[in-house]
């Protein structure tokens, strides 16, 4: 995490609180608490959320990797509430006994996040290096897409419901409704796909998001999809690699066909013109 020195404190003093972003003071290397194998952590202030979950997404080569908020609910924290690069992991969740909102006794009132690594997979794709090496490809911006089963209208009414939530969450952060897939100039919902499209199986809804409001927007998703998977990748202009190895998933992960992606590069690609955050297709 050398590439966050100015930002991170000394060691974590406390699991659930402290007053900057921090690394764990141990490493366990064995299985301790809910996991089944050894991992390292991180204490995430929501202000660094989104830069922090992007390094690491990026830099995990073959291992899992968790993102769940601390909001007390400990259960809560490490099931429903979490996003997973890579392999999902079981976690053992009887180990876990202050089930309740913070604040516990002796603690702060904080919602704060932590991370961390784990065992090691990979996607099966054939990868450009030009992608990730030297160093990964530029982060433009995010999508964050909620799918649903387009034949069951149960299913579909309340994937919508959500979708409606959230434009009311953000009211004042999002712009008008998406004018590009990759690149405009305010976080916006993009149009809906009402049937299986692009790389999906199945129907799906999707946001585009400005780096600064990914971990707002991505906490809201966590926090509110209910029973239905979410997917949260990165906008690089490598279209295999942000649909692989650079996303997130809370719930039941979807394989996607990346056999569709024809411009798997970094970005600009031709004919793109500048915009605030990165480059607009003409």
């Known amino acids: ?25 141990t490493t366990d290397q064995a299985p301790d608490g809910p996991f089944s194998t050894a991992q390292w952590s991180v204490f995430v202030l929501p202000d660094h959320i989104g830069a922090m979950a992007t390094l690491v997404m990026q830099h995990r080569k073959s291992h899992s990797m968790l993102i769940h ?35 516990w006794d002796n603690a702060k009132d904080l919602i704060l996040f932590g ?33 649903y089963f387009q034949n069951n209208k149960e299913n579909t009414v309340g994937a919508f419901q959500i979708r409606d939530q959230f434009a009311a969450a953000f009211n004042q952060t999002l712009g008008p409704d998406c004018h590009d897939l990759f690149h405009n100039d305010n976080s916006c919902i993009l149009d809906d796909d009402k049937g299986p499209a692009g790389p999906f199986p199945t129907a799906q809804w ?18 509110h999809r209910q029973d239905y998977s979410i997917l949260v ?30 411009h798997d590069k970094p970005f600009p690609w031709r004919q793109v013109k500048e915009t605030r955050n990165g480059f607009l297709l003409e």
């Open 206 to 223: 999707s946001v585009f998001v400005l780096p600064e409001h990914i971990g707002s927007m991505s906490t809201w998703m966590m926090q």
């Open 69 to 103: 908020p601390n909001s007390g609910c400990e259960i809560e924290d490490h099931s429903n509430w979490t996003l997973w690069g890579g392999q999902l992991w079981s976690l053992d969740r009887t180990t876990l006994h202050k089930d309740k909102s913070f604040p």
């Open 115 to 147: 991370a961390a690594l784990a065992h090691p997979t990979y996607y099966k794709v054939d990868r450009n290096t030009t992608c990730i090496s030297p160093t990964p490809a530029q982060i433009y911006s995010y999508h964050i897409h909620l799918l």
């Open 1 to 25: 995490m050398a590439a966050f020195n100015d930002t991170l404190g000394p060691d974590c003093k406390n699991l659930f609180h402290n007053p900057y972003a921090c690394m764990g003071s």
């Open 233 to 262: 990748h990165t906008n690089s202009g490598c279209e295999i690699e942000d649909h692989s190895n650079w996303t997130l998933w809370g719930g039941e992960p979807w394989t996607l066909d990346l056999t569709i992606f024809s």
